[in-house]
């Protein structure tokens, strides 16, 4: 059974097509848009367990240059 969880994250302004480009290439990243509302990206990851997730969020999502904030929600198990 995999996790899988959905970052919601704020860009700078004009930084958000880089920011975007860079995260579709992150290794458990399933999916991401561009999106309009409070939001600029929303991105889908989904790993095998709960441990692998720290790493892509911090590590890499987080790094990514024009990113302002992060929201996670980690879905529950079926």
């Known amino acids: 059974m995999s996790v899988k ?8 302004p ?5 920011a975007y480009a860079q995260i579709k290439g ?3 990243v399933a999916e991401a848009h561009e999106v309009m509302g409070p939001y600029d990206i929303v991105v ?7 441990t692998d997730l720290a790493p892509i969020l ?21």
């Open 44 to 50: 889908e990851i989904e790993v095998p367990n709960l």
């Open 5 to 12: 969880a959905y970052i919601l994250i704020v860009t700078d």
């Open 58 to 78: 911090g590590t890499r999502i987080r790094k990514v240059d024009g990113i302002q904030s992060t929201t996670s929600l980690v879905t529950l198990p079926d």
């Open 14 to 18: 004009g930084k958000t097509k880089d």
């Open 26 to 28: 992150i290794p458990g």
